[in-house]
C-alpha cells in the first residue's frame, strides 16, 4: 500500500469525513429534510432500511430533548432511529439511551495516516459483479441478526441502490471454483475516498483476504486522486484492530441510537 498520506490526521478530516457519510445517504434517501439540529431521512420504499430512515444530529444537544425531537420529527415511522454526530453529545447519551433501553451502537472513524505494519499479497483480489456481491452481503446481514425476509430484501436492495449511486468499485478475492468469498466497495468523490463493506464469509476468514482488500481498495483510491481516505469500524470488534496495522487512526465517533 502506498504511504503518500503518512503523518498525523487533518483536523478537518473528522467533519469531512461526516460531510460525505451524510451527502451520501441524503443522495439515496427518498427524501431528506434539513432541519435546525442536523437531517431527517425518510424512505418509505425501503422502510425496514434504518440508515435511510433516521433523525441525524449534527449539533450539541441533551438526552430528553433529543427524544422529543426524534418523536416530532420521525411521526409515524415503525421506529425511532438516531444518529448523532456530535462527539461531546454523543460522548454523553451513550449512557442515558443505554438505561432508558435503547439500542446502542457507536462506530468508529478512522483515516488513513500511516503506512501498513506489512504489505500483503493483493494478487488475490479482483474486481467483482454487482449480483455476486450483493449474493455475499446477503450472508452477512442473515449472519449478523437474522432479519425476516423482506428485511433481508430490503437491505440488499439499499446496498444495490448505494452501490450504483455512487458509483462503487465493487471487489472481491475468488475462492478455486470462482466463488466470491470476500468483498469490499471503494466509494469515492471529490478526492475522498470511503473503503466500505469489508467482509468475509465464514469458511474463508483466516486467510488475510480482508487485508488485502482493504490495502488494494486504499491502492485504487490513492492512484485515482483521493486525499483522505476512510472507513468506519464497530468501536466494539475486532476489525477496527487491523484497520489500526493497515494505517489507519482514529479521528472520530459516531453514535447510533435504536428503539423499536
Known amino acids: 500500500m502506498p504511504s503518500s498520506l503518512s503523518g498525523p490526521p487533518r483536523v478537518d478530516a473528522l467533519e469531512r469525513v461526516q460531510s460525505f457519510l451524510r451527502a451520501g445517504l441524503v443522495k439515496i434517501a427518498d427524501a431528506a429534510r434539513q432541519i435546525d439540529a442536523g437531517v431527517v431521512l425518510s424512505t418509505p420504499s425501503l422502510a425496514a432500511v434504518w440508515a435511510l430512515n433516521q433523525l441525524r444530529v449534527t449539533a450539541p444537544i441533551g438526552f430528553e430533548a433529543l427524544v422529543a425531537l426524534a418523536d416530532e420529527q420521525l411521526t409515524g415511522f415503525e421506529y425511532r432511529h438516531i444518529v448523532v454526530e456530535d462527539?461531546?453529545?454523543?460522548?454523553?447519551?451513550?449512557?442515558?439511551?443505554?438505561?432508558?433501553g435503547w439500542r446502542v451502537e457507536r462506530e468508529?472513524?478512522?483515516?488513513?495516516?500511516?503506512?501498513?505494519?506489512?504489505?500483503?499479497?493483493?494478487?488475490?483480489?479482483?474486481?467483482?459483479?454487482?449480483?455476486?456481491?450483493?449474493?455475499?452481503?446477503?450472508?452477512?446481514h442473515a449472519e449478523g441478526w437474522s432479519p425476516a425476509a423482506d428485511e433481508l430484501a430490503q437491505l440488499v436492495e439499499f446496498g444495490r441502490r448505494a452501490s450504483r449511486a455512487h458509483g462503487d468499485r465493487l471487489l472481491c478475492v475468488r475462492s478455486s471454483d470462482g466463488r466470491v468469498v470476500a468483498v469490499s466497495k471503494l466509494r469515492s468523490h471529490e478526492r475522498i475516498a470511503q473503503?466500505?463493506?469489508?467482509?468475509?464469509?465464514?469458511?474463508?476468514?483466516?486467510?488475510?483476504?480482508?487485508?488485502?482488500?482493504?490495502?488494494?481498495?486504499?491502492?485504487?483510491a490513492l492512484g485515482g486522486g483521493s486525499r483522505l481516505i476512510f472507513i468506519e469500524a464497530d468501536d466494539?470488534?475486532?476489525?477496527?484492530?487491523?484497520?489500526?496495522?493497515?494505517?489507519?487512526?482514529?479521528?472520530?465517533?459516531?453514535?447510533?441510537?435504536?428503539?423499536?
Open 108 to 140: 468508529l472513524l478512522m483515516v488513513l495516516a500511516g503506512a501498513p505494519d506489512r504489505v500483503p499479497d493483493m494478487g488475490v483480489v479482483a474486481d467483482a459483479g454487482e449480483d455476486e456481491v450483493l449474493e455475499v452481503m446477503a450472508r452477512w
Open 195 to 220: 473503503i466500505e463493506d469489508v467482509y468475509t464469509v465464514p469458511e474463508a476468514r483466516g486467510r488475510g483476504y480482508a487485508r488485502a482488500l482493504v490495502s488494494r481498495a486504499a491502492e485504487f
Open 87 to 100: 462527539q461531546q453529545s454523543g460522548a454523553a447519551l451513550e449512557g442515558q439511551f443505554a438505561s432508558a
Open 236 to 260: 466494539n470488534d475486532w476489525p477496527k484492530e487491523l484497520y489500526a496495522r493497515l494505517g489507519f487512526r482514529p479521528v472520530g465517533r459516531m453514535w447510533q441510537f435504536h428503539r423499536a
